[in-house]
């Protein structure tokens, strides 16, 4: 399978902790993107990177969320102190240069109890 | 774009009748409109996009159409079969895509 991957696909934790996930976009993409989509909402979106380089943060990131991309291969979110307000499917999609197309993965989806 | 509405948020429709769902955009530089399909525990697929120097493109049982006086652009499915039913969205901009919150469509036998 050549297609974006996610892990973990699921997670629950308390709140408080902290929790990481990983993205691993399709090879020959550059781009990468993390968005946070709740239930009955389109996604939102949280970061993106060009390879190594993070280029753009939402305001909906805050400073308890923290995303890398060293190689500018797989990409990390970490969310730090969780809240309960955190709990949703955290979505990574990765893009060739600048195409429009954005190839998603299937997400990870966060509980904080 | 910083706001792109989609409605409706559900649709129902019987199998073989057309469905069509609208969004609206705000920022005027906007110039590629792509529509996505979520199935259930999937995250979401291109089904079709347009830009903005064409007004309507079609793919088999996949239209969309472009209005960009009026800031509006649809989806249109045609002969709609029960493997339509899913979430759909609508969104904007080039690369950094910004989602409306969905239709749930329904295509009953």
């Known amino acids: 399978d050549t297609g974006v991957s996610q892990d973990p696909r699921h997670k629950i934790t308390k709140r408080g902790q902290n929790v990481t996930f990983r993205c691993d976009p399709i090879?020959?993409?550059?781009?990468l993107y993390w968005y946070r989509q709740t239930l009955g909402q389109g996604p939102e979106f949280l970061t993106y990177?060009?390879?190594?380089?993070?280029?753009?943060k939402s305001r909906l990131l805050s400073d308890r969320f923290s995303a890398e991309r060293p190689k500018g291969s797989f990409s990390t979110l970490e969310i730090q102190r969780t809240e309960q307000g955190d709990s949703a499917m955290y979505l990574c999609a990765s893009s060739y240069l600048n195409t429009g197309e954005l190839f998603f993965g299937e997400g990870s989806r966060l509980t904080v109890l | 774009g910083e706001n792109v509405e989609q409605h409706p948020s559900t649709l129902s429709v019987q199998e073989g009748d057309s469905a069509v769902i609208k969004c609206t955009y705000s920022?005027?530089?906007?110039?590629?409109f792509p529509w996505y399909k979520q199935e259930l525990g999937k995250g979401p697929q291109l089904i079709i996009d347009?830009?903005?120097?064409?007004g309507e493109k079609k793919d088999q049982r996949i239209a969309v159409t472009l209005n960009k006086t009026a800031k509006h652009f649809s989806l249109h499915i045609t002969e709609t079969q029960p493997e339509d039913s899913a979430v759909y969205f609508c969104a904007d901009s080039w690369g950094k895509l910004q989602f409306g919150a969905g239709t749930q469509v329904v295509v009953t036998p």
């Open positions: 920022d005027s530089a906007s110039n590629y």
């Open positions: 090879s020959e993409h550059n781009r």
């Open positions: 347009i830009r903005s120097n064409v």
């Open positions: 990177f060009q390879n190594e380089a993070q280029l753009e």
